[in-house]
């Protein structure tokens, strides 16, 4: 199975097109165009029932007191943890493109909300957390939201865009359904699987 994420290379750096935040010199970051890629595949199974998409970033900090915080740093040892950036599934198996742009144009304060779309079922985002505390932005983050990894962050982040051929047409989740809960159910079911990485960083030492 073959997968292409227009415009992001493997092992290269993802363009801020497709980012959360860019760095800003005068206020470390700011908001970007948060467009998700054009997601294309083929070659899947001829069994496949349906398809699932992840993106993913391994490499957020376990513990995050320190994230952003002036005259501090994420030491590269810290521990790390993984942070959903994209979570659709039950994706129908006669599909084979997500067009740019079609799931996210633009940072939305608050969140957009998850479920049934065009083109399969939206779950949430590692945002809704990581902004819960935030009186300007908290809210539910369904769909698509690009990179934003900390700005004082020791080491460049690492996006996984993944697709999985099913051979199950439905996982039968809904509501605020979570990357973690997708990986469980789809466990048994996958006939086929495909990944592109990129890279991101906001940290002006590491550009």
Not at 24 to 50: C, F, G, K, M, Y
Not at 112 to 141: C, E, H, R, W
Request: hydrophobic residues 40%; proline residues 9%.
């Amino acid at each position: 199975m073959r997968l292409t994420i227009k415009g992001i290379e493997e092992g290269k750096p993802i363009p801020a097109t497709f980012a959360f935040a860019v760095p800003d010199p005068e206020q470390h970051i700011r908001l970007s165009d948060n467009r998700n890629p054009e997601v294309r595949w083929l070659d899947a199974p001829s069994e496949t029932r349906s398809f699932v998409v992840l993106v993913t970033d391994p490499d957020v900090p376990g513990v995050a007191d320190d994230v952003n915080q002036e005259g501090k740093t994420l030491p590269a040892d810290l521990p790390r943890v993984d942070f959903y950036h994209w979570v659709l599934v039950d994706i129908p198996a006669e599909v084979n493109l997500l067009e740019e742009g079609e799931m996210a144009d633009g940072v939305v304060p608050r969140g957009k909300s998850p479920g049934q779309t065009a083109k399969g079922i939206s779950g949430i985002n590692g945002y809704t957390g990581f902004l819960a505390d935030d009186p300007d932005m908290a809210g539910v983050y369904g769909g698509y939201d690009g990179p934003c990894p900390p700005w004082n962050d020791e080491i460049v982040h690492r996006y996984t865009f993944s697709l999985f051929a099913l051979d199950i047409p439905t996982l039968g989740l809904a509501g605020e359904f979570t990357g973690g809960q997708v990986r469980e159910a789809m466990a048994g079911h996958v006939l086929a699987e495909s990944s592109v990485t990129g890279i991101y960083t906001l940290n002006p030492d590491l550009l």
